[in-house]
């Protein structure tokens, strides 16, 4: 057989031309076509042809970039030229192109070549480009035969870098400026996390293959993501009717927790705008997340990833990268994070608040709630007088509850009043690098709070060592209308001398307080003979008091028994001058023996119901039978003929007695009501209670 001549050349018809009438002469025309049958494509220009800047017809070369468009398949060949009429005929001196390439057609146009269907062929041919293809993204493509552009400077010759059209450059645009991870970065080399063709290991290997073959190329897509939308229509020409899906399993779509407690959510609709709640919660609820932002916001612990606290997303590769980032601002810089435990150190917002500050290293999955000593274990001056133990109960700072409770005789108890009674409960002012102190009335800080004077204030005088207060509730006369007094230096340790007389006095002034102290008249009785009994005396010695037997001691603990059921009170003015330790034996300081009812905000009366009240001041039988006549308030035993002569009260006392300020139906006023306040002090007093006078 001889040698196949290579077609394109100006010599090349007339060769055939001579080769064919040979055949003619020698074996005629049918069979000398029969035995070239065996001829393909690739017998005159390779399959596909060779590109060269030159026609070269000893390898069948020219101009064009059909390598790349081709490949090795024969049938890709129609999708440019027709389909028709290729034999060995074709060779008529022109190229046939098809009408439509790929029968594809847009709402821009047809897609095809841009000379005419059928031109001539030469040396020099004057190339031209294709418009509305697929393959090029609809774009006008470069000229044939134009050197191959190369990733990533030429991707823009199809579609932007990142792709900007229409709403999918949305999404475009926010991936590939957010850097992200899942795979590899996005950029103009790493479409991979996405897009697989030819990525390996997320690194992507982006040659124009991904969009060769003249055809409608179908987006490629990692088989991880789970996208849910068509691959093909997402071609400009079908904008606004493209429809996109959304992905699933990734990563970059999660609630961002490491290990076990990721979970991936569904994404939202390529094209559509996202925010922090897309994707995880919003305010975040894993691990110490509700915690912290019940105060602070994401940037105090992100700062390097966001710039507020909503959906700003500004740090290069710090947002699902894979890891947590942690970069610390305002109050928390000089924060340690060690990734490894998962523990912050060095953090003022995890110290005591002292100057200098003691810092309590945090783990932030720790399990169970914190609490107030988490951070502060040890506080300084008056806390302990104050809050006692409450701090290892509470969880939170702007607690407003009095949780005071038990006697001051019972070790373990203690006063417990929340931290809002002097701390402001604005989620700013905690952990923010100073110790605030408000102690103006506040509903807020609880009802106590509420109860202080306008003007309270604390007065430092000297920082850390000398510092009070002033106008607050906790330090007055408990008065509906307080009368406010200086407290106590606060880091002067425990009060010394006489603690009620701090605050309200003992006795308190107020009412009939002076009129409640010792006994029943017990400084003027009549003695039945002449003159008067002695104001005190032992016991079994006839006296208006000092025998309890024969006369009821009247302190605090008779109408406030539920606060403080001790009837000694050692530093009362009107007891201190006999009960000195020389004239009178010292009994004992008054103490509070609930806790919770006293500094509660309320005058809390509960009167003593231990016996029935006794006294000596007797009324002359003839007198006192008529008052018993009248309702009888009081038993007799006998009437001044010793130590136990005494009349004693029919009815125990009981809280029922007094209401809104009055007593009733006390025999100590012969059963005759009494208001507390205004019945005192008046020049009738005792008609007020001896109504037969």
């Known amino acids: ?390 701090p290892s109960a509470i969880r939170f700072y702007n607690y407003t509850a009095n949780k005071s409770s038990g006697s001051e005789l019972t070790a373990g108890t203690y006063y417990a009043f929340g931290c809002a009674n002097c701390h402001p409960t604005d989620p700013a002012l905690h952990a923010n690098g100073a110790v605030d102190v408000l102690l103006t009335p506040s509903a807020a800080g609880g009802t106590l709070k509420a109860k202080n004077s306008a003007a309270a204030a604390r007065t430092v005088i000297t920082a850390g060592s000398n510092v009070t207060c002033f106008g607050v509730y906790c330090h007055s006369n408990g008065q509906a209308t307080p009368t406010y007094v200086t407290t106590p230096n606060w880091y002067g340790g425990p009060i010394t001398g006489d603690k009620c007389a701090a605050c309200h006095g003992n006795s308190p002034t107020s009412g009939a307080h002076a009129a409640h102290v010792v006994g029943i008249h017990n400084d003027d009785i009549f003695n039945g003979r002449f003159g008067t009994y002695s104001a005190g005396g032992a016991v079994g010695k006839s006296a208006g008091h000092g025998d309890p037997a024969q006369s009821t001691t009247m302190s605090c603990n008779l109408c406030h028994n539920a606060t403080t059921s001790v009837a000694y009170n050692d530093k009362n003015t009107a007891c201190a001058s006999c009960h000195n330790g020389s004239r009178a034996p010292l009994k004992g300081s008054a103490v509070i023996t609930d806790r919770s009812l006293h500094v509660n905000g309320k005058s809390d009366l509960s009167f003593w119901t231990g016996s029935s009240i006794k006294t000596k001041a007797q009324l002359r039988p003839v007198s006192f039978a008529g008052y018993t006549a009248a309702g009888g308030y009081w038993s007799r035993t006998t009437y001044k003929t010793g130590a136990s002569s005494t009349d004693s009260a029919k009815s125990l006392l009981n809280n029922s007695m007094y209401s809104s300020g009055n007593c009733s139906n006390i025999a100590c006023h012969n059963g005759r009501a009494v208001n507390w306040t205004s019945d005192v002090g008046k020049g009738a007093e005792c008609v007020i209670c001896h109504s037969k006078l």
């Open 1 to 390: 057989m001889m040698r196949k001549p290579r077609v394109g050349t100006k010599n090349a018809p007339l060769m055939i031309w001579l080769f064919s009438l040979t055949l003619l002469l020698s074996a005629g025309s049918a069979a000398a076509l029969s035995q070239y049958t065996d001829l393909t494509c690739a017998s005159c220009h390779g399959l596909p042809p060779v590109d060269s800047a030159i026609r070269d017809w000893k390898v069948g070369a020219f101009q064009g970039n059909h390598q790349t468009h081709a490949g090795a398949n024969a049938l890709t060949c129609v999708k440019c030229h027709n389909s028709s009429g290729y034999t060995l005929e074709h060779y008529n001196g022109s190229i046939q192109m098809a009408h439509t390439l790929n029968n594809y057609s847009s709402v821009r146009g047809a897609a095809g070549y841009n000379k005419p269907i059928f031109f001539n062929q030469t040396t020099a041919p004057v190339l031209s480009n294709c418009s509305n293809v697929s393959c090029h993204f609809e774009t006008q493509t470069p000229v044939w035969g134009s050197a191959m552009p190369q990733t990533p400077g030429d991707c823009n010759l199809c579609h932007t870098i990142p792709p900007s059209f229409g709403v999918s450059g949305v999404s475009h645009s926010t991936h590939y400026a957010n850097v992200a991870a899942w795979g590899g970065l996005f950029g103009p080399l790493t479409c991979t996390p996405c897009h697989s063709d030819g990525g390996v290991a997320g690194q992507a290997k982006w040659t124009y293959d991904h969009a060769t073959s003249a055809g409608r190329r179908p987006v490629h897509f990692d088989a991880t993501l789970g996208y849910t939308g068509a691959a093909n229509n997402f071609f400009p020409s079908q904008a606004p009717s493209r429809v996109f899906g959304s992905c699933a399993n990734t990563y970059c779509h999660s609630n961002g927790v490491q290990g076990a407690g990721n979970v991936r959510v569904a994404s939202p609709v390529w094209g559509t705008k996202t925010n922090c709640g897309s994707c995880h919660a919003s305010p975040m609820t894993s691990n110490a997340h509700p915690k912290h932002l019940a105060s602070f916001g994401c940037v105090v612990c992100h700062s390097a990833t966001v710039i507020n606290n909503t959906t700003l997303i500004v740090g290069a590769g710090r947002h699902t990268n894979g890891v947590v980032d942690i970069s610390f601002s305002g109050t928390a810089v000089g924060t340690t994070w060690t990734p490894s435990t998962v523990t912050c150190s060095t953090s003022y917002c995890h110290s005591n608040g002292a100057t200098p500050p003691v810092y309590q290293p945090i783990v932030w999955s720790t399990v169970g709630p914190l609490n107030c000593t988490t951070c502060h274990p040890t506080l300084s001056g008056a806390h302990a007088a104050h809050v006692g133990t409450l």
